[in-house]
Every structure is written in structure tokens, then in C-alpha cells.
């Protein structure tokens, strides 16, 4: 079954520091994954796409990495603002109509 | 200048009742979505359609009709509304058919009373 968790599910960071949300996939072929970034009440936007021969992709403060043989990837944000409060979802594409989409990790960042 | 836009943006309605989003997109995309998000923020494929042309329907009840009069347009219409179908909706648009970047709208919130 071609899934996508997140981890962890919410997390609550002070301003300026850094974190890591996670994204484990089964989805088999693998063409790309994609991190997006959702406002409240607005639609996903994407930060990064990553290849299988791509390791690591940085958007300003956002890096995204891709391990293709352990099917993991992260997405760090660095010296984090507080307009980085969002949910975060990974999907995964396996090059045919499906993609495959992770529950989002809720991140909140406090001043 | 939006690139996807979807009317209206909140919708309260009553149990049974028919109502219709709209969704437009100006960035030229052969492919548009619609996707629905419960209140646990998951996003669920529904429909997409390619050139006007329907190429996946997920299992969703037939009370969902879509309908794409040309390939910048993906209109939603739902029958007899329940209770369930509470959720946002968004449009989305991509380039390329499956491997692309998708490109959401605001979404429309679909409160079922």
C-alpha cells in the first residue's frame, strides 16, 4: 500500500530556533516528493521538490533532504519566524495519476 | 492576479440541499483537482480532469458531480447534502498530468448544518 506518514504529528517552537519535521513513504515507483507549506485557511503551497538522484534542496530557511534507499525525508527550518506557523505536507509522486499524500505536520512557532 | 480561484469561500447550508463551487484557473494548466480536506487536515483526491476530460474519480459518492466546461474552468456541484460532507474543498492545477506541481486554491469551506 503506497503510504506517507509525518511525524511528528504538531510541534510548538520558539522563534529563532530550528526543527525538523519528518515524512516516511512506501510508495513504490518513487518519481518525486514534495514538501508544501499550508496557511491557515489557505491552499498548500510548494517549497521544494526532490528527485531520487536529489539529497538536498534548500528554499530560503527551509532544506529539504531525501534518503531514496531508507524511502525517508526531512524538511528543516532554520532560525524559524513566526510566519512559519503552518502545516507542512509531504507528498509523494510515484509518476502515474496517484500521489500520495501525508496527514501534515502542524507546526507553531511562539514569540 | 490569482492563479486558481474558487467560489465561494464559505458555504453554510442544510441538509438536502444542492450547492455548487467554482473553480478557475488562469495559469494555462491542461489538469485541474479537486480535493477535499476533513477536519483532520488530510487532503483526499476526488476528481481530476485533463483537457476537459475526467481521469480519476475516486470513490465518492455520485452525489458529486463535476463538470469542466473547458480546461480553465472545474466547477463542483453536490446533491442532497449531508451531514459528511462537511469539509474544504480546494481546486488545484498543475502542468504536467501527474508529476507536477499543483497549484491550490484558497479552498471552500462547506459547512452542512
Same mark, same amino acid.
Given at each position: 500500500k503506497n503510504q506517507v506518514e509525518q511525524s511528528p504529528q504538531s510541534l510548538i517552537i520558539l522563534e529563532g530556533k530550528n526543527? !525538523?519535521?519528518q515524512c516516511n513513504y512506501t510508495v513504490s515507483p518513487f518519481s518525486n516528493l514534495r514538501w508544501y507549506k499550508q496557511d491557515t485557511g489557505r491552499g498548500p503551497v510548494s517549497l521544494t521538490i526532490m528527485t531520487f538522484s536529489e539529497n538536498t534542496k534548500s528554499n530560503?530557511?527551509? !532544506? &529539504? !533532504?531525501?534518503? &531514496?534507499d #531508507? +524511502?525517508?525525508s526531512s524538511l528543516h527550518i532554520t532560525a524559524s519566524q513566526l510566519s512559519d506557523s503552518a502545516s507542512y505536507i509531504c507528498v509523494v509522486s510515484r509518476g502515474d495519476y496517484k500521489l500520495s499524500f501525508g496527514a501534515g505536520t502542524t507546526v507553531t512557532v511562539r514569540a | 492576479d490569482t492563479a486558481v480561484s474558487q467560489t465561494p469561500k464559505y458555504l453554510v #447550508?442544510?441538509?438536502g440541499n444542492d450547492k455548487s463551487i467554482k473553480c478557475e484557473q488562469n495559469l494555462g494548466h491542461d489538469t485541474m483537482y479537486?480535493? +477535499?480536506q476533513d =477536519?483532520? +487536515?488530510f487532503l483526499k483526491i476526488m476528481f481530476s480532469y485533463n483537457n476537459k476530460e475526467l481521469i480519476?474519480?475516486? !470513490?465518492?459518492?455520485n452525489r458529486f458531480s463535476p463538470k469542466s466546461p473547458d480546461k480553465a474552468h472545474l466547477n463542483l456541484h453536490i446533491n442532497s447534502l449531508e451531514l459528511?460532507? =462537511?469539509a474544504v474543498y480546494f481546486c488545484a492545477s498543475s502542468l504536467g498530468t501527474y508529476t507536477g506541481e499543483l497549484f491550490f486554491g484558497e479552498g471552500s469551506r462547506l459547512t452542512v448544518l
Open positions: 526543527c !525538523t519535521l530560503g530557511r527551509y !532544506t &529539504a !533532504t531525501l534518503d &531514496a #531508507t +524511502k525517508q | #447550508t442544510q441538509m479537486w480535493y +477535499k =477536519s483532520k +487536515k480519476i474519480n475516486e !470513490t465518492v459518492p459528511g460532507d =462537511s
